[in-house]
């Protein structure tokens, strides 16, 4: 079993930055894969950026050049980091992990990005 808790939504302005972080309840090294995805109203949840267990890193392109997915091992902690937020990246944030093919969501965290 895999326990996520995510946090760091916010209300903020076009062209703000915020940063989400998703504490993980076991050794962050022994997951294969973490990411984070989005699911807006009336859309289908996506891909944001995934992170592998060497570190490789992906991004939809969407979030190419914007956001960075990172982790602290010591934390047991994945972070995305979010710059030059744009109304279209409103959103509930969603924090996965995959262990042996079974995958686990966090809750989700509200970001809501205002013109």
């Known amino acids: 079993q895999v326990q996520l808790v995510e946090s760091g939504g916010d209300l903020v302005q076009a062209g703000g930055s915020l940063r989400l972080s998703c504490v993980v309840s076991r050794n962050i090294l022994s997951i294969d894969a973490m990411g984070w995805y989005r699911q807006a109203p009336g859309k289908q949840r996506e891909l944001v950026a995934r992170?592998?267990?060497?570190?490789?890193?992906n991004y939809a392109d969407s979030a190419k050049g914007r956001f960075t997915i990172s982790r602290d091992n010591a934390k047991n902690t994945v972070y995305l980091q979010m710059n030059s937020l744009k109304p279209e990246d409103t959103a509930v944030y969603y924090c996965?992990?995959?262990?042996?093919?079974?995958?686990?969501w966090g809750q989700g965290t509200q970001v809501t990005v205002s013109s």
């Open positions: 996965a992990a995959s262990v042996d093919g079974i995958g686990y």
């Open positions: 992170i592998s267990q060497s570190g490789n890193t």
